[in-house]
């Protein structure tokens, strides 16, 4: 009397699917290989009875998946030891890791890339949050440490500016604008405060500059006086004419303390006024 068929188990299955992979391979011509990776389904032939893996990084792989607390574990216990060894190597051959590092980033550009990419939109508000944090934790060391940058490479951060400006001269001029639109207010009370808290040193600096200027700012200014000649002439006497009662008494003060019998009213001297005024 026949046995009934019995399904075949979990392992009869492997074991089928991997021969026909195998039998697959060997149609195609492709060399003869007895054993599929357990990690990656790469048909490899092993070398012994132990070589479950077609290579060491599948290998590791499957380790790590199946070790993972335990290796947690012994990091979390080890962690001090682990990272004086880590500097300790890092500082013994600091020059071959960099040259490693530096030819490894420059063959696998794109694939470092799209992984940062995956990474960083699949962990975006991790990453905010975590930086946040980290800035707020370490304020004084991050201001320390770029303000040491700066003074170690300050002729280089002028040129990448200066060519990134040139570059995007129309774009950071549209970025500025719409910010100034958007913070309007915001930037008053910050420049009216910095102005309140350093009158002294603003004036120093705008008496330098002046000296130092004269003639650079004289040239600017007739150049502008001569093309909007009409323009600021409008805006004088309508401010005359809305200021009328301020102008006289700053002129009769002006005349008390001058000793001046006559009236000022030379046009010129009224803009003077009144732009000194304002």
């Known amino acids: 009397m026949a046995k009934p068929e019995q399904p075949p188990s979990p392992k009869q299955g492997d074991r089928q699917e991997r021969q026909s ?17 357990p990690h990656c389904g790469t048909p490899f032939e092993p070398v012994s009875e132990k070589h479950r893996y077609c290579r060491q990084k599948c290998y590791l792989a499957a380790y790590r998946a199946a070790n993972r607390l335990r290796i947690a574990a012994y990091l979390a216990a080890n962690r001090g030891k682990i990272t004086k060894r880590s500097a300790a190597y890092f500082a013994a051959n600091r020059v071959r890791i960099a040259k490693r590092t530096a030819a490894y980033s420059a063959r696998n550009r794109d694939t470092i890339a799209k992984r940062h ?13 975590q ?38 001269r129309d774009k950071i001029a549209k970025l500025n604008a719409a910010y100034r639109i958007v913070n309007r207010d915001k930037i008053a009370e910050y420049q009216a405060a910095y102005r309140a808290a350093h009158r002294d040193i603003i004036a120093k600096h705008s008496a330098a500059y002046n000296a130092a200027n004269r003639g650079r700012i004289a040239k600017r200014k007739a150049a502008h006086y001569a093309a909007n000649q009409a323009r600021i002439a409008k805006r004088q006497a309508a401010y005359c004419a809305a200021n009328r009662d301020k102008i006289a008494k700053y002129q009769a003060a002006y005349r008390a303390a001058h000793r001046l019998s006559k ?9 003077r006024m009144s732009s000194r005024i304002r």
């Not at 990419?117 to 949050?129: E, F, G, L, T």
């Not at 040491?148 to 995007?168: E, F, G, H, V």
């Open 117 to 129: 990419a995956s990474y960083y939109a699949a962990n975006r508000d991790r990453i905010v949050k």
């Open 131 to 168: 930086k946040a944090g980290y800035r707020a934790a370490n304020r004084d060391t991050i201001s320390r440490h770029v303000a040491s940058y700066r003074a170690a490479n300050r002729d280089k951060i002028a040129k990448r500016r200066a060519a990134y400006n040139a570059a995007n």
């Open 21 to 37: 992979v195998l039998c697959a391979g060997a149609k195609a011509g492709t060399p003869e290989a007895s054993r599929l990776c």
């Open 263 to 271: 009236p000022i009213n030379k046009p010129h001297y009224q803009g």
